[in-house]
């Protein structure tokens, strides 16, 4: 069923003014009572003056429709195929030829007319990364379903964790692990980004009787597809493209940028260094703690803890 006219919009409200129902204009109209009813009510109800509101209403949502966009020609699309050519990203081509089109659109075009061999040429196959669940998070609960002991931060062994990557294309990335009661954090070195070096730092971890491993939060990253099989029933994976779910290590992950600027090699990183960054961040009295630092709160709860058995 098409829109309503202007015409019938018009002739509504000629009716409304002679005071005739709902029904009989809808079958003055040839309109179903229902879409009657729903135009009516949208529109002021059965005030005369409704009808003008409604044009304009129409008139505004034509504008939006994609329907009545104007098309690009494609003349506009010939120069930007021709810089893609010249391996051009789609910014760069919009730039040069002083075009008023977005850089999505360009990689809408390219896909919807299958220009695969162009699409090669750019750095990135669209103009934002997909997201979505990598297959061993499945393995992982969601991170809605930590329990309430996770949430409140009082009991100390429930973790969060993320990766930190250095220059574009190499392999060596730093782990970081980080308590969310205490804010201690445990960083480490490895050398090729694999699942199974990372799942061997945290079997080292867990031997530390300090700081038990109660519960680990961590993103959907490649890198952490071990953990499943280290912590069956105490894995958490974010929802894709929300790391503020795990907002402790983000920021811890800022801290350590201090010492370590971004893009920076990490092929000279060595784990004393680490070492030594996280020596100086878990010394550092923090707000949350009511200025005290993580180590003293790990000791005081690690002494604490020996005094009840």
């Not at 919807?112 to 499945?138: A, N, Q």
């Not at 092929?267 to 005290?292: C, D, M, V, W």
Request: net charge positive.
């Amino acid at each position: 069923m098409h829109h309503l006219t202007t015409t019938e919009r018009y002739q509504i409200g000629h009716d409304l003014r002679l005071g005739l129902s709902s029904a009989k204009i809808a079958q003055a109209t040839g309109r179903s009572i229902r879409t009657m009813q729903r135009e009516i009510s949208s529109n002021g109800g059965r005030n005369v003056d409704g009808v003008e509101q409604a044009i304009k209403k129409r008139q505004v949502r034509a504008k939006a429709s994609a329907n009545n966009h104007p098309t690009i020609e494609d003349t506009v699309w010939e120069k930007v195929l021709n810089r893609i050519k010249c391996k051009h990203s789609p910014d760069q081509a919009i730039v040069a030829e002083r075009l008023s089109i977005s850089i999505s659109l360009v990689y809408r075009y390219l896909h919807r007319h299958k220009e695969i061999k162009l699409l090669r040429h750019l750095r990135r196959y669209r103009s934002t990364p997909r997201r979505g669940t990598t297959g061993w998070v499945k393995q992982a609960k969601s991170i809605k379903q930590r329990p309430k002991e996770v949430l409140t931060r009082e009991c100390v062994g429930h973790m969060e964790t993320d990766s930190i990557v250095g220059k574009r294309n190499e392999h060596y990335k730093i782990l970081v692990t980080i308590d969310r009661a205490t804010r201690f954090v445990r960083p480490g070195w490895v050398r090729d980004g694999s699942s199974k070096t990372v799942a061997r730092h945290f079997e080292r971890w867990m031997t530390d009787t300090r700081l038990p491993i109660l519960s680990i939060i961590t993103d959907q990253g490649s890198e952490f597809a071990g953990l499943p099989q280290l912590f069956a029933d105490n894995l958490y994976a974010c929802d894709p493209g929300k790391p503020y779910q795990k907002g402790a290590v983000e920021n811890m992950n800022g801290l350590i940028r201090q010492s370590i600027a971004k893009g920076k090699s990490l092929r000279s990183i060595t784990q004393a260094k680490l070492n030594f960054i996280a020596n100086e961040l878990n010394n550092r009295p923090r707000k949350r703690l009511g200025y005290t630092t993580p180590a003293q709160l790990l000791s005081e709860v690690t002494a604490a803890r020996q005094v009840e058995r």
